[in-house]
């Protein structure tokens, strides 16, 4: 699957990092998921992740548009009783077109996220207030990182992240412990977070998540972070980064953060259902 995201470059939905960290981040994740592949030539064309009951996200290359009825047809056989929905970025036309063409219609009003693109070219100097400290974290300290993810989180929908399945992160490919950089106190505790993967072949990087413990916001801490990360993408040859916010009104925090710290909007996810 990471293989046809790399392939495929920019322009989908997709980027190494978003599968990496998907995959691996919720321990209680295999049971409710099904994953097809479509192979050609020895090539990975096409992927469905469906989401039981049954919500799909997918990808098919724009080369081989036939396949997304395929992926469909095959989400619909394998999903369970309820409703259908299944969400694509609004330039992916062939697989909107498939979507559409089984039934499915978009849904008005609902959360979507706008991929926002940074060119690198010119990024701030982190600023830290007094007090707090920027690093990389290590490779053994994923107790302490899974912590500070689950805190930043913990006034929205609680997180599962475990320090075992952040250990499976940590683990995945592209992982790279100089990619995950942390804000600390000086009593060592971490308090807010950006996790960044890289894909050397499109020489581009992928924020995802990052997070700040609600009694450290309004600090400067998530740009700082940010900033740090967006210094070592460049650093290691990257000419871009990503980022996906929410793009609709309901959680605009986010996306203010990301612009403020020279982010661009760019295209956004689109959600349909099927009764």
Not at 90 to 111: D, F, S
Not at 234 to 258: E, N, S
Request: glycine share 10%; with cysteine; aromatic share 10%.
């Amino acid at each position: 699957m990471q293989s046809l995201v790399q392939r495929l470059g920019d322009g989908h939905r997709w980027h190494v990092g978003d599968l990496g960290w998907s995959y691996h981040s919720r321990p209680d994740a295999a049971a409710g998921r099904r994953i097809r592949v479509w192979e050609a030539g020895g090539e990975v064309v096409a992927f469905g992740w469906l989401t039981l009951p049954g919500h799909l996200d997918f990808l098919v290359d724009p080369a081989r548009p036939h396949l997304s009825a395929e992926v469909m047809a095959w989400a619909h056989e394998t999903a369970g009783d309820g409703e259908r929905t299944v969400a694509a970025l609004e330039t992916e036309t062939h697989q909107l077109a498939a979507i559409e063409e089984a039934g499915y219609r978009r849904v008005p009003g609902a959360p979507y996220f706008t991929h926002h693109f940074h060119d690198l070219a010119d990024i701030a100097e982190p600023v830290l207030p007094q007090g707090f400290r920027l690093r990389h974290v290590e490779r053994d300290e994923a107790a302490a990182r899974a912590a500070v993810h689950r805190g930043s989180w913990s006034d929205l929908a609680p997180s599962r992240v475990t320090t075992e399945s952040y250990t499976a992160v940590m683990g995945a490919w592209p992982y790279r412990p100089e990619f995950d950089w942390v804000v600390e106190t000086e009593e060592g505790e971490m308090v807010a977070s950006s996790l960044g993967w890289f894909d050397e072949v499109n020489k581009t990087g992928l924020l995802e998540p990052v997070g700040c413990v609600p009694a450290y916001r309004r600090l400067g801490l998530s740009r700082a972070c940010n900033l740090a990360l967006l210094r070592a993408f460049r650093d290691a040859g990257a000419v871009a980064a990503r980022v996906c916010p929410r793009g609709d009104d309901g959680y605009p925090i986010p996306r203010k953060l990301y612009r403020a710290i020279g982010f661009v909007p760019g295209a956004r996810t689109v959600s349909y259902a099927r009764p």
